[in-house]
């Protein structure tokens, strides 16, 4: 089970924390990655784009000149396709492009880019970001402490306001909420800074199968011992009676 260090604000070691191998220790799977990229990017788009059709088109639908006698090709319309200015055919239309995949593959491609984060280098456990103030000035400083360099994600357990605040205007920088996390931003962002508590609730959501049962078994009541039988008094032999007495 991978284990990383756990830092501070001022990068000075406060801890360790221990990660399962399911969340964090998962191999490269590269065509989930792909499905969970190509569904994220597909939700993102706003099918709003549309062309005009003849139908569409402002003008007048009277027949401009007689069909036959004139010499001109013959022409039905000022709207049509054939004319500048006239209707499109077979343009775009608004329409829904999203679609979604399995929660299983969503959750298995955001284990898999966290476990080559850490592969890399590229993930950092921080104890908390609570910042005193919701300056950007103090903001880069602090990531200068860390050695965040490049594009940066930041996630949090929870709405942090300062954090917010601070980071919003800078431009390498993306904070989110645990809530907020998906395979498009980890991919995007170099470094990956998590606070203890996120990296252990997401730990805890991504855990799998396995984590799964042991939560079961946790949970599972413990069977009662068995309880002692009484035993049960063992019939004594009848007593013989006397030799003397059978004689007689």
């Known amino acids: ?82 004319w500048k200015g006239g209707g499109n055919v077979h343009g775009p239309q608004p329409r829904d492009w999203s679609y979604r995949i399995p929660k299983k593959m969503r959750r298995g491609a955001i284990r898999s880019v966290l476990s080559e984060r850490l592969r890399e280098g590229g993930l950092v456990v921080i104890e908390n970001f609570e910042m005193e103030s919701h300056k950007t000035k103090d903001f880069l400083a602090t990531l200068a402490a860390l050695g965040l360099e490049g594009r940066t994600l930041i996630v949090e357990a929870l709405e942090n306001g300062n954090l917010t605040l601070s980071s919003r205007n800078v431009q390498n920088v993306t904070c989110v909420s645990l809530s907020g996390i998906n395979v498009y931003t980890l991919l995007t962002h170099e470094q990956v800074a998590l606070t203890r508590e996120a990296a252990a609730l997401l730990d805890k959501q991504l855990g799998g199968k396995a984590e799964a049962q042991a939560t079961q078994a946790d949970e599972a009541p413990e069977a009662p011992a ?6 049960e008094d063992e019939p004594q032999p009848a007593e013989e009676e006397p030799q003397e007495a059978q004689e007689e």
Do not use: H
């Open 1 to 82: 089970m991978p284990v990383v260090k756990v830092k501070n604000l001022k990068n000075e070691e406060v801890g360790e924390l221990t990660l399962s191998d399911d969340v964090f220790g998962a191999p490269l799977n590269k065509p989930l990655i792909y499905e969970a990229v190509k569904s994220y990017l597909a939700n993102q788009r706003a099918g709003t784009s549309a062309t005009k059709t003849r139908g569409d088109v402002r003008g007048s639908g009277k027949k401009l000149w007689k069909q036959k006698g004139t010499g001109r090709a013959r022409i039905a319309s000022i709207r049509s396709p054939l």
């Open 226 to 231: 068995d309880e002692p039988q009484p035993v």
